[in-house]
Each structure stands twice: as structure tokens, then as C-alpha cells.
């Protein structure tokens, strides 16, 4: 809809392409936030997913949040973000360990037990999409959990990596609002995403 074009103009006008892998919107997404844009999205996210029973949101720090709260606004439910790293003050933490392609590294996600519920219905927001790890750590969590994934919305996706084909082979559903086929100096090339 409106909000998918609107978010391609702001990455066309306000991002920048670093490589042929790395797009930079530190200017109203994940560093810099755009009220009215995060507004725009979680208003998106929420009427796309509005009738699955979605009963929490949730999203890893720091990318995810500012989409993540505004879908939870949008939706009337709580936002849970899981953290990289385990503050002292978290007595029973679920965890999963994730590998960053980017940074070549392991890390650990956490979330204390008690936030998500064996009944909740969770919806994953996220900033990018690109291999999926960050999200196959959500889906650890919420098994442990025993709490049921209803879908995935994502901000950005780099649709040559294999991050949609993991969502979509596990029969998760999967909403989009841009995605970039390739991009380079000359700019960014869209895919038109199936969902
Ligand atoms: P994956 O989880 O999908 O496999 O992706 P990957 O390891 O490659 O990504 C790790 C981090 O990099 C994530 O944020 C993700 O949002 C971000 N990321 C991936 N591709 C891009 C990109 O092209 N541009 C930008 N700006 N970010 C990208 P993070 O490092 O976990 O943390 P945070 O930045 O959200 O705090
Ligand atoms: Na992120
Ligand atoms: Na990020």
C-alpha cells in the first residue's frame, strides 16, 4: 500500500548504499528514528496482521524497536524486545545463540521467562531482513517458550540473501514493506516481494 512507497522514497531520498550488501538508514530508521514514518509501518503491520490473534510483538534490540512498538500501538498489545547481552537483573533467561553473518561472530540472545507466555500469539518485527539467523534465535526462544509464531514483518529485505526462503520453508507468513533486488552507486533496484 501507501506506507511501502512511502518507505521506498525515504530509502531512495535519505539512505545510503555503503556496498552492494550494506544499505545505511541511520537517518530515520535505526539510529535516527522517524516518528511519523514509524507511525506510517506499525500501522502497516498491525492492519496486515490484524485478524491472526496476534497477542505481543517482538524484535531484537536495538533495530527492531522503534517498528516494534509502533505495530504494538497499532495493535493494542505489548512490545517484548530480546537483548544481546544479559543485564544482571535477569534471573531466568531464555536464551539462543545466533551467528552474525555481517560481523562474523556468535552472540547470545535473552529474554526473561516470564514475558512470553506459552499462550501468546507473537508477531517478529524487524528492521532487515537478511539471512534469517537473528530470526531463527526468535523461533528457539519462543519454542522454549512454547509460544507460537504468527508471522514475521519485516522493514527491509535484501531478497538475494536467504532470510525469505527460511521464513517461508518453516510456513511462517511473511509481510514485506520493501524490498531490494540489488543495489550499487547507481541505486537501488526493487524486487516485487510475493505475500
Ligand atoms: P540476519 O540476522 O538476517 O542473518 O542478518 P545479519 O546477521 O547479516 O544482520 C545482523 C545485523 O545487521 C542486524 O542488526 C540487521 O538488522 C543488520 N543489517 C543487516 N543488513 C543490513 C543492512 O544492509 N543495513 C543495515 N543498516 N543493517 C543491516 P544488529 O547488528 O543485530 O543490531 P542493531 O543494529 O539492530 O542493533
Ligand atoms: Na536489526
Ligand atoms: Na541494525
Known amino acids: 500500500g501507501n ?30 528514528v522517524d516518528p511519523v514514518l ?6 502497516d503491520f498491525a492492519g496486515h496482521f490484524r485478524d491472526d490473534g496476534i497477542t505481543k ?3 531484537i ?5 522503534a517498528p516494534a512498538l509502533a505495530t504494538a500501538m497499532h495493535l493494542g498489545v505489548p512490545m517484548v524486545f530480546v537483548k544481546k547481552a544479559r543485564p544482571v537483573t535477569m534471573t531466568a533467561p531464555l536464551t539462543a545463540t545466533v551467528h552474525s553473518f555481517t560481523k562474523n561472530r556468535d552472540y547470545e540472545l535473552c529474554v526473561e521467562q516470564g514475558l512470553i507466555k506459552a ?3 507473537v ?11 537473528a530470526f531463527k534465535g526468535i523461533l528457539t526462544l519462543l ?9 514475521a514483518g519485516i522493514c527491509i529485505e535484501k531478497s538475494w540473501q536467504h532470510g525469505r526462503k527460511t521464513i517461508r520453508d518453516l510456513g511462517i507468513p511473511l509481510y514485506v514493506l520493501a524490498s531490494v533486488k540489488s543495489m550499487s ?11
Open 185 to 195: 552507486e547507481d541505486g537501488i533496484v526493487w524486487d516485487e516481494p510475493d505475500q
Open 3 to 32: 506506507t511501502m512507497e512511502e518507505l521506498k522514497r525515504i530509502i531512495e531520498e535519505k539512505g545510503k548504499v555503503l556496498s552492494d550488501q550494506v544499505l545505511k538508514t541511520d537517518s530515520f530508521l535505526n539510529h535516527s
Open 119 to 121: 499462550e501468546d500469539h
Open 57 to 59: 510483538v517482538i524484535t
Open 123 to 133: 508477531l517478529f518485527i524487524d528492521d532487515f531482513l537478511a539471512n534469517g539467523d
Open 143 to 151: 519454542d522454549q517458550a512454547q509460544a507460537h509464531l504468527a508471522g
Open 61 to 65: 534490540e536495538s533495530g527492531g524497536i
Open 38 to 43: 514509524m507511525d506510517h509501518i506499525g500501522r
